[in-house]
Every structure is written in C-alpha cells, then in structure tokens.
C-alpha cells in the first residue's frame, strides 16, 4: 500500500515541496489541501503580478543577512540550495528567468501565471492530487499516522507537511500538537506618516536615502517612495523587517530620520554656501539643486526651512542656510501607524525554530511532520527572499519525505 503525504497549503512552498516529493519518489500518495477555491494565489500577486522568484545573491552567508529571522537556522540549508539552484530548476521545467538591475529575479515571461502554470503543470504530471475548498479543522497524532479532519472529509497520513503560511488558525492547531508559535505580527508595511513635508506629494521617490528609527539600533538605506500614507519603498520595507518586533511593542508609534542625500549635514552646508555665491539673482524654491532631491520635495523642504517663496539665494540667512542642510540631512518624522500589503502579507511570527531539523524541516517534536515556508518563525525582507526560503526548504523537506 502507498505511504499517503498530506499537503496542508496549496501556496507556493506546498506546491513545490509536493513536486520535489513525486519527482524523487513516485510511489507516494500525494495530497494537496486547499482552503480556498484557487490555488498560489499569493504568487499570482507577488512582483506586482510578475513574481520575484529570488534574488541574485550566491553566497549563502550573504544570503541569510536578507532574514531578520532565521538568519542562523537557514545558513545549513542554503549550502543545499541556493538560488543558483533555483534558477536551474526553473529553467529545467521550462520557466526561463531574468536578472534585472536591481538583482531581483523574474520570469522572462514577466508574468506570475507561468510560476503557476509551472507547478500546477508539474504537479498533475508527477500524479499529486489536489483537494479544493478543504478547510482543515483539526490536526490530530494517532500512533504513527495523522488524522487530518477538514469542514467536509477526513484524511489519513503517514506524513503530513503544513505549508500554510501565516495562517493564525493553522498556527493554533500546530499549538494543540505541542508546538510553541511565536505571536505573529507584521513585517513589511510603510510608515504612516501625516506630514506637511510629504502630504501632497505622492509618487515622489529618492534613489539613496539613510534611514533610522530614533532610540534603536536600527537603520536602513536605499531607495524611499513618498506614498499616500507616508514613506515607503525598499529602504523603509527593509527597516520595517528589521525593526518589527521593537516597532510592534512601540505600538507603531515612533519617530524616523531620513537622511535624504546620504551626506552629512557638513558636505551639504558647504555645497549650499556655494550655491549662495553662484546664484544670487535666482530664486532658491524654483529648482532643485541635487539631482537626488525632486523638484517636489525639494519645494516642500525649502519651505520647511522658513525659506519664502519669492526668497533669492543673495537673502538667504545663515540661519536659514543651516535650516535647509538639517532638512536635507537630518529631517525628523513622527510615525503613527502602519499599512501593509495587503496580498503580499509578511508576518514575524510562526513555528519556534528550536522545534525543527532543519537538515529536513522536520518536527523535532514529532516524526514526519515537516514545515517548509513561512508557517516557521522565518521571514526576509523584500525582493524575492521569502520565496527563496519556501523553495530551499520545500527542497530540502521534500527529498527527505521521499527517502
């Protein structure tokens, strides 16, 4: 009789574990249990549509500082598989991909369906069978088997992967198993900000700005997007990852500081006194005079350092001139929220990583019970690194299921 393997997840690290399974060894009953009528959902949104597949990072030690948890843990795994290995994969199952400049890595299709027609292609070829609208309502260890009871079927399993993701209702049957959850909260969202400074300017962005959340360790650099909301882009999502679990305890409540141009306050005072002597006769508001710095944000700056409008560069006080070099260096915001994303939905939080193997994903706590991706206390910050984590522990979980 075949040893059945319970797929709870029809997500990306329970397709991909589930194909890595059937492809090393065939004679497994495979079960994949989706809550929803739709399957990779979270792929299908994910790059904008065009799905961030990983990043192209090759060095396992470089690799794991993109994860403010799991750095230690993943470390063992990705000398296993990378994202050279990824991209091999992909590329072995049709789906060629491309490095764009910034390192992350799509399909050359630019469109997530070819990641789902992917694995749902693979999936079917390779015989696992797929159970829609299965919501799981109880998780339960008899003896060496698991009894999955979902809101209409039962299901027996030799070995059972959750692959669930953020899923608080997942999370608290892993509890009834015995398992420590860490309380989940989120990881990557944009700082709400109500600021006369960025209020009617959305869409501006800057391409190297320094940013620190003032009283703490931590603090970020690179590009900065002025939404609707407040300030987002790679720089605050990655401070938002880091900073987390002390931004959650703060109630989101805390003040930030952009440094604008990645200079000290010194360099831009110097370069604005010349400024003064070389444009005496224009008016300082009508063009901004760093090409880092948007027409936009740059008015909303000068105004900011009590600076008029119709003011020439030849009027402008010391004062004044000290004013503009703190905005550009040293602008301090007060953060009252945040917004996250929605679809694209990253939490801190999940499976203790004490109580896994991470030679194979596996319980420590329970045998033959495995949990690849984000359901584990594991997240990165964006650009393609949390869908890495899904495929290098898929791999690694999948070929130990199909020992």
Known sequence: MKQKIIIIGGGAAGFF?????????PNL??????????VLQKVKVSGGGRCNVTHACFTPNELVEFYPRGKKELLGPFHQFMTGDTMEWFENHGVPLKIEEDNRIFPESNSSQTIIDCFTKNAKKNGVKLELNQNVQSIEKKEDQFIIKTSNSIFLADKLVIASGSNPKIWDLIIKLGHKVIAPVPSLFTFNINDERIKEIPGVSVPNAEIQ???????SNGPVLITHWGLSGPAILKLSAFGALFLAEKNYNYKVKVNWLSKSKGTVLTKLNILKRENTKKK???????????KRLW?????????????????????????????????????YGKTTFKEEFVTAGGVD???INFKRFESKLHKNLFFPGEVLNIDAVTGGFNFQNAWTSGFIAGKAIAE
Do not use: C, H, Y
């Not at 959340?213 to 603090?219: A, G, Q, R, V, Y």
């Open 17 to 25: 574990t589930s194909i890595i399974i059937a492809e090393n060894n």
């Open 29 to 38: 009953d495979i079960i994949i249990l989706e809550k929803g009528d739709k």
């Open 213 to 219: 959340i003032i009283d703490s360790k931590f603090e």
């Open 284 to 294: 300082i508001i009508l063009r901004s005079m760093f090409k880092d710095i948007p």
């Open 299 to 335: 008015e909303k700056l000068v105004l900011s350092s009590q600076i008029r409008q119709d003011q020439r560069w030849a009027d402008i006080s010391n004062k004044q001139l000290n004013q503009l070099a703190d905005q550009l260096t040293n602008s301090v915001f007060k953060a």
């Open 353 to 355: 990583l004490k109580e």
